[in-house]
């Protein structure tokens, strides 16, 4: 029966952009996983090693999402189930939780690689205070891969000219001097880990000031492919916080 399933999935993937990439695509080599991925910052005092954070000489090209959009362009779940479950909850008291990530990962054979990236919930004028990005590989183990920019916000004095809207016809040019401020990155740490892991085994990488919980869990090559080829790739990606922002 199972076999009749993989195949009825991979008839109708035939004429997709997820299988047309691979026409030698075999359920006998795939692996499916879902990844659970905690991203969380360890309070000020915590550690007495020194991290340096960068300035920041531009934003222009810094993610930012209106208001509108949660804060962070995630959709989120906070009924969805984590199998870190009680240690979450126990973290959450104690540090701030950045970012909870879930995938469903589909590696078609041995060698292949996934890239995810992610932002932080909590955001400053648009701006989230974290964004990621994670590479996984399929080999004899799990092999991550993750950055991370975390930033520091303050106000930055904007001149009238930057103000002024730059459609509108053309007007005298005023004094440089304004009031007006606003909250942006100002400065930046930039994080690289890797982890090397079986499934189900809970792996923390330790950082003095963010910390990451990563657990991959088998799952059924099948349920991989049904779920990918009957939900949006918008949807595909799950972001759920047990902090408020």
Same mark, same amino acid.
Request: charged share 15%; net charge positive; proline share 6%.
């Given at each position: 029966m199972k076999a009749l399933i993989v195949t009825f999935i991979s008839l109708v993937l035939l004429n997709t952009a997820l299988y047309a990439e691979e026409n030698d695509f075999s359920p006998n080599s795939a692996k499916a996983y879902e990844v659970y991925v905690v991203t969380f910052m360890w309070p000020e005092g915590q550690s007495s090693e020194q991290v340096s954070y960068k300035n920041i000489l531009s934003t222009d090209r810094l993610v930012r999402f209106p208001a509108a959009n949660d804060g962070a362009g995630n959709s989120r779940s906070n009924s969805q189930a984590s199998p870190f479950g009680n240690i979450e909850r126990r973290l959450g008291r104690q540090v701030k939780i950045l970012a909870n990530q879930k995938w469903t990962l589909l590696f078609k054979r041995p060698g292949d690689t996934i890239n995810k990236s992610f932002v932080s919930q909590q955001n400053e004028n648009g701006y989230p205070v974290l964004? #990621?990005?994670? &590479?996984?590989?399929? #080999?004899?183990?799990?092999?991550? @891969?993750?950055?991370? !920019?975390?930033?520091?916000? #303050?106000?930055?004095? !904007?001149? &009238? $000219? $930057?103000? !002024?809207?730059?459609?509108?016809? $053309?007007?005298?040019?005023?004094?440089?001097?304004? @009031?007006a401020t606003e909250? &942006?990155?100002?400065? %930046?740490? +930039?994080?690289? !880990?890797?982890?090397?892991? $079986?499934? +189900?085994? %809970?792996?923390y990488l330790d950082h003095p000031t963010i910390g990451t919980l990563l657990y991959f869990e088998p799952i059924e090559v099948e349920q991989a492919m049904a779920f990918q080829a009957t939900t949006p790739e918008a949807e595909r990606s799950l972001t759920y916080n047990t902090n408020t922002p």
């Open positions: 964004t #990621g990005n994670i &590479t996984i590989t399929l #080999g004899r183990y799990l092999e991550s @891969d993750i950055r991370y !920019q975390h930033y520091l916000f #303050g106000r930055t004095q !904007q001149t &009238t $000219a $930057a103000l !002024q809207d730059k459609n509108s016809p $053309a007007s005298p040019m005023l004094p440089s001097t304004t @009031d909250l &942006t990155p100002t400065m %930046v740490l +930039k994080l690289h !880990q890797t982890n090397r892991t $079986a499934s +189900k085994k %809970v792996n």
